[in-house]
């Protein structure tokens, strides 16, 4: 059983960086690809990015392209989503995914002035 737990959220103000963290325990992080997801109040669950299994590959949602990078240290079993020039729009819990199966708890970011 994969268990992940998500950090590194806050308050920040627009034009601010974060880097939230996935902590991943229970199976080896090799046999999964990864997601970041969020959830902004009366909105429904969007993509933000992903990653392949060696890292070699990712994707971004259009809307943090060029502002969010997701990266994954295998080693030390945790995905990184490295957020710059935060929006007021970005604001919402962020959720860190495993092979579209497993959830973590989630973490709020705040983006506000």
């Known amino acids: 059983q994969l268990q992940l737990v998500e950090s590194g959220g806050g308050l920040v103000q627009p034009g601010g960086s974060l880097r939230l963290s996935c902590a991943a325990s229970?199976?080896?992080?090799?046999?999964?690809?990864f997601g970041w997801f969020r959830q902004a109040p009366g909105k429904e669950r969007e993509g933000v990015s992903c990653?392949?299994?060696?890292?070699?590959?990712?994707n971004y949602a259009d809307s943090v392209k060029g502002r969010f990078t997701i990266s994954r240290d295998n080693a030390k079993s945790t995905v990184f989503l490295q957020m710059n020039s935060l929006k007021p729009e970005d604001t919402a819990v962020y959720y860190c995914?495993?092979?579209?199966?497993?959830w973590g708890q989630g973490t709020q970011v705040t983006v506000s002035s």
């Open positions: 995914n495993a092979n579209s199966a497993y």
């Open positions: 229970g199976l080896p992080l090799d046999y999964y690809a």
């Open positions: 990653i392949s299994r060696s890292g070699s590959s990712t």
